[in-house]
Structures are given as C-alpha cells and as structure tokens.
T-cell receptor, first 111, second 114 residues
Framework: QQKVQQSPESLIVPEGGMASLNCTSS?????YFWWYRQHSGKSPKMLM?????GEKEEGRFTVHLNKASLHTSLHIRDSQPSDSALYLC???????????FGKGTHLHVLP | NAGVIQTPRHKVTGKGQEATLWCEPI?????VFWYRQTIVQGLEFLTY????????DSGMPKERFSAQMPNQSHSTLKIQSTQPQDSAVYLC????????????FGPGTRLTVL
C-alpha cells in the first residue's frame, strides 16, 4: 500500500487564489518531509523541506507539519499560472535510510 | 555545476533487448538514487548508493534489473530482457549525503520498449 498519501489528486484554482495540498505518511518512523515541484516534461526540484512541528514560510509558499499525525500541508497564496505543476511530497526515515514519494497533486492555475 | 547528467535522454529497445542507463552525479555528492516514473505508478524508488556502496535496492525488480556504481562519478542501471511494462522515465538523483539533504534530479532517460 502507498505509504505516502497525497490529496487531492488534482486541484484547479484561479490565478491569485490559494492552493492547499495535503500529505500524510502511514509510516510512524518517518521524521522529515520535503515538497518537490515538477513542471511538465521536467524533473522534480525541491521546493521546501520541514523537519520540525509548526510552520515554515518562503515567499508565497507556506508548509505546515504535525509530527503527531504525520501530516504536512503546502499552501500557495496568490497562485500564478507558472505554479501549474505536479507537486510531490516525500517522507524520510533517517534510521532506515529510506525516502518515499507520494503520487503527487496536479495543480492547475487558471489565468 | 552542470547538475546531474543522464544519458541517453531517450532510448527505444525491442522486447527482450538489454538497456543500460547512465548517471553522473553532482561532484562531491555521496548519495545517488535511481527512480522510475510512470503516469500510473508515479515516482517509484529503485535503489540507492552511498559512497558508491549499495545501501538499499528494495525497489528493484530482482530478476532483470541491476545497478552499479563503479566510481564516484558515475552509476549505471541495466535492464536485461526489457519488457513493455519497463517503459518509463528513469530518473537519477544525487544529494550531498543521506539525511536531511535535498535530492537533485537529472533530466531523466525516457525508455520505450516496443
């Protein structure tokens, strides 16, 4: 079974709107998360990482992490058409030297 | 810094033929990962090297897939007797080390098995 679940599978938001993406790990040993963005025809590039409970903000992007529920979320405010991409969540288990990617959320920002 | 280099960018093989994919990680990076990406399965982990030593190959289909890292500047993924279901984009990534470091992905090799 998929150990990293992302929702929704697809998301459509208008330009200037807020996009909220979710990710949960079912592996209790996971201790850190990353968000990667993959534009069509390109390879994934890291957007943000988070290892501690709470919130981290970088420009229009905010990431939240709740380690107790192993849930992280990515919020994009003032969404732009250039934000349209596949957003991948990755969860890492330091002790097992393992990183698992979710299947991603396809974000479409309509101009 | 040229980033992670993968060759070839595209490869077409006939069913039953062998395919070898190459990856040159970023200089100074000690961790190298191989993934396979399809629309249906998403990004699947295949195998991982640290300081050239194989650490985890739990994602590799055992019978036909093999990976090596003979030196710190390149890694190869070999698929024997390719099958149509092996068609995918194969991505190589490297990171400074295992742990909290981000992975830098190469452009990928698109393998098509006819």
């Amino acid at each position: 079974q998929q150990k990293v679940q992302q929702s929704p599978e697809s998301l459509i938001v208008p330009e200037g709107g807020m996009a909220s993406l979710n990710c949960t790990s079912s592996d209790r040993n996971v201790d850190y998360f990353w968000w990667y963005r993959q534009h069509s025809g390109k390879s994934p590039k890291m957007l943000m990482s988070i290892f501690s409970n709470g919130e981290k903000e970088e420009g229009r992007f905010t990431v939240h992490l709740n380690k107790a529920s192993l849930h992280t979320s990515l919020h994009i405010r003032d969404s732009q058409p250039s934000d349209s991409a596949l957003y991948l969540c990755a969860a890492g288990d330091t002790n097992a030297y393992k990183v698992i990617f979710g299947k991603g959320t396809h974000l479409h920002v309509l101009p | 810094n040229a980033g992670v280099i993968q060759t070839p960018r595209h490869k077409v093989t006939g069913k039953g033929q062998e395919a070898t994919l190459w990856c040159e990680p970023i200089s100074g990076h000690s961790a190298v990962f191989w993934y396979r990406q399809t629309i249906v399965q998403g990004l699947e982990f295949l195998t991982y090297f640290r300081n050239q030593a194989p650490i985890d190959d739990s994602g590799m289909p055992k019978e036909r897939f093999s990976a090596q890292m003979p030196n710190q500047s390149h890694s190869t993924l070999k698929i024997q007797s390719t099958q149509p279901q092996d068609s995918a984009v194969y991505l190589c990534a490297s990171s400074l080390d295992w742990g909290v470091y981000e992975q830098y992905f190469g452009p990928g090799t698109r393998l098509t098995v006819l």
